[in-house]
């Protein structure tokens, strides 16, 4: 069993940054995907990005790409979403998700079987 434990949100400044993070308890294996998803109100939760446990791969939404960075710290169970150059469309709650089953699709969620509680991330203009 893995729980995950999300942290980091908060308010910022158009153009500014955030880095959140996700704590792992339990293990995570090596071939487990632990992704970002968000969601937004009244919208559908999207894949935002993620990373392999193994290192061996990133991935990333066209959104987010080349603003958003994924990595891992092995030693301390955790997962980092850095966010820059945010604008408010990122405004959402951003979930942290992990699974073994997610290397082929990333971006689907159904394909995670460990779910954070969320962390709001807002963004003013």
């Known amino acids: 069993q893995v729980q995950l434990a999300e942290s980091g949100g908060g308010l910022v400044q158009a153009g500014g940054s955030l880095r959140l993070s996700c704590a792992a308890s339990g293990r995570i294996f090596s071939n487990y995907v632990v992704a970002w998803f968000r969601q937004a109100p009244g919208k559908e939760r999207e894949f935002v990005a993620g990373i392999s446990w193994s290192g061996s791969g990133t991935y990333y939404a066209h959104s987010v790409s080349g603003r958003f960075s994924a990595s891992r710290d092995i030693a301390k169970n955790t997962v980092y979403l850095q966010m820059n150059s945010l604008n408010p469309e990122d405004t959402a709650v951003y979930y942290c998700?992990?699974?073994?089953?997610?290397?082929?699709?990333?971006?689907?969620?159904?394909?995670?079987?460990?779910w954070g509680q969320g962390t709001q991330v807002t963004v003013s203009s």
């Open positions: 998700a992990a699974g073994p089953n997610a290397r082929d699709y990333p971006a689907l969620a159904s394909n995670y079987d460990y």
